[in-house]
């Protein structure tokens, strides 16, 4: 049995164990940043949260920190979106300065934030590796993402009292990261749709080498009320990628990337315009009938191969329930909409109700489409 395995069967031992504790806590959390959240209004807030700084380097490359080169890249992301009119940017960061990473979180909390960026630089003992990529909150899903969530955590040891600031996490213990992937579950969707554009402006564009996206346990996005990533731009540890990381070029052209993916993200959910209704069956309609939003969003609450009437004594209390049989299976879904807003809230409320694996899933007309496609045919 290899390392990898020892640790899923150790984490698996320890989450059957917790389950219930974390269920709870985490039912709280993502209730209490839905509401934050929700009440966010006008402008699209973005908060550009610069890694590291101050008495915590980071990484180390050639003639480079990676302090300095994410402050760089998060300076010039805010010059590149100074013409967009509608966009906020909030900075945690424009200095060299240590900001713990709860406080980095607080400050987007706080400003009722759309959106949160962590920019970061890669670094490992080989010289290898190269390429980008692009986190999102979540349990690891292998060794690797696991080692660098431990990496960027345990810059909390240079913050005083973090055992009782953080509830007593260990980021060099993988128990600690039990529950990780419940965290933030309410933006999942879009956190990895932002993620995305994120890494094909990367690849497409730059021609970058593609890391993916990918889920990991890192302690600032667990804090943060809103959708959330963490890029690592690259690997200051490679000599070529360090150069280009360093380069006033380099620089240039991952902001512009960037900049260009959070103008992206707004565009693809900025669904709430003046001339936007919705009516209390959540269904949304546009005062121009000729201007409809053709992608429809269910909560998936259970699928058997049992059928059960659609009674809400049946399903805890909800309603409507949708039936539809796909296969040996019949599906059940609860709600539907045009907006993806609307339907978050209803993924929330089938949470507090019990069914821990809902999950949103969109059609349009009778095809199943990804929630990314969905989001994108609400673009005006």
């Known amino acids: 049995m290899n390392r990898l395995q020892k640790l899923k069967l150790k984490l698996q031992s320890l989450l059957n164990r917790k389950l219930k504790l974390y269920s709870f806590i985490v039912i709280l959390s993502v209730f209490n940043s839905f509401n934050v959240h929700s009440q966010s ?80 630089c890669n670094g490992v003992s080989s010289s290898s590796p190269y390429g980008s990529e692009t986190f999102v909150l979540g349990l690891h899903r292998n060794q690797d993402n696991l080692e660098v969530a431990m990496k960027e955590n345990q810059v909390i040891e240079l913050e005083e009292n973090y055992e009782e600031k953080y509830g007593g996490f260990d980021p060099k213990s993988p128990e600690s990261y039990i529950g990780f992937s419940l965290m933030q579950e309410e933006y999942l969707d879009q956190s990895i749709l932002f993620a995305d554009y994120i890494q094909k402006n990367f690849t497409q564009r730059l021609k970058r080498k593609n890391r993916g996206v990918k889920q990991a346990g890192f302690l600032v996005l667990r804090e943060t009320y809103m959708p959330s990533v963490l890029i690592e731009l690259g690997f200051l540890s490679n000599k070529n990628e360090n150069n280009f990381l360093k380069s006033e070029k380099g620089q240039l052209h991952l902001a512009e990337q960037i900049s260009q993916a959070i103008i992206n993200y707004k565009n693809a959910l900025h669904i709430e315009s003046e001339d936007e209704l919705i009516t209390s069956s959540g269904i949304q309609k546009n005062q121009d009938t000729n201007d409809v939003y053709k992608a429809t969003f269910y909560v998936q609450i259970a699928a058997a191969k049992r059928k059960i009437k659609e009674n809400p004594e049946n399903f805890r209390g909800l309603e409507p329930i949708y039936r539809v049989k796909e296969g040996d299976l019949y599906k059940y879904r609860y709600a539907q909409s045009h907006s993806h807003k609307y339907i978050q809230n209803k993924l929330l409320e089938a949470k507090n109700k019990g069914y821990k694996g809902a999950f949103i899933t969109a059609y349009l007309g009778e095809q199943k489409i990804s929630i990314e496609q969905a989001l994108k045919t609400q673009i005006k």
Do not use: C, M, P
């Open 41 to 120: 209004q006008g402008d699209f807030k973005v908060v550009i949260d610069a890694g590291h700084g101050g008495k915590d380097t980071g990484t180390h490359g050639y003639g480079i920190n990676e302090k300095d080169v994410v402050l760089d890249v998060a300076l010039k992301v805010g010059k590149k979106l100074k013409t967009q009119k509608d966009i906020k940017l909030i900075y945690t960061r424009k200095k060299d300065v240590f900001i713990g990473l709860n406080e980095r979180a607080e400050i987007g909390n706080k400003a009722k934030a759309d959106l949160f960026i962590s920019i970061h």
